[in-house]
């Protein structure tokens, strides 16, 4: 039977080795609302999810109209960082978003820099244990039985805790989080949610502490 820990253990084992293999470079959570500056884009609902020394990932409501976007990304509640980012990869991911990554094309060495140092800010504000980019559709199920409605996703993942990104408020207390497996099984984790606040255009991110899995098995996952 599977601990806790076994469970958490493996999650971490893929984030971090994911984090390193999907574009050769260590990649940082970084979960931004941010601008598509490019003509008819931008209107369009997008986040930032990770950035690293090469590019960054992101998470948007549209199709992307074009392989070259102009981004506005904030750094801190007042500060903006300009990034030309050149998409590699862009793909469906759940429930009418997409989930594109892409390189740096055109960006100072300093504004990658302030990106970097913003992420790294973030680690050092919120969060004891190192978070790894983990970012997938999840069910969530409330304390009262009640399945929390909308899109779900993962943001990131550490040894203590999940971070989430969902269209409704959660109030803090405990939920269970079920991910799919390669082999379509479900895996679930306890968590009791900690905060959650409004990110962006009436989005919401939370932060939950795992406690403990629901299942006593824990199959391969699939990113």
């Known amino acids: 039977m599977f601990t806790t820990h076994d469970v958490i253990d493996e999650l971490l084992a893929q984030a971090a080795g994911q984090s390193q293999e999907q574009r050769g470079r260590r990649r940082f ?3 931004r609302p941010l601008r598509i500056d490019d003509a008819g884009a931008a209107t369009a609902l997008a986040f930032s999810r990770d950035v690293s020394l090469g590019g960054m990932g992101i998470l948007h409501r549209e199709p992307l ?5 102009s981004l506005t990304v904030p750094t801190s509640a007042k500060g903006t960082i300009p990034v030309r980012l050149q998409i590699a990869w862009s793909e469906l991911c759940h429930d009418g978003w997409y989930a594109s990554g892409g390189t740096y094309s055109g960006s100072s060495t300093m504004q990658i820099a302030k990106l970097l ?8 504000k ?8 983990f970012f997938r559709p999840v069910s969530l199920l409330c304390e009262d039985g009640r399945i929390l409605e909308g899109s779900v996703f ?3 993942i550490s040894a203590t805790g999940i971070g989430l990104f969902h269209r409704q408020p959660l109030p803090t207390r405990r939920v269970v989080l ?22 962006h255009d009436q989005w919401f991110v939370s932060h939950g502490e795992f406690t403990r899995p629901a299942l006593a098995c824990l199959p391969e996952l699939q990113y």
């Open 29 to 31: 959570p970084y979960f």
């Open 65 to 69: 109209e074009s392989t070259s976007l």
């Open 117 to 124: 140092v913003a992420s790294a800010s973030d680690e050092v």
């Open 126 to 133: 919120r969060r004891v244990h190192e978070a790894f980019p």
């Open 154 to 156: 993962s943001r990131d």
């Open 178 to 199: 079920g991910f799919e497996t390669t082999a379509g099984d479900l895996v679930e984790l306890g968590a009791n949610i900690k905060w959650c606040r409004p990110v």
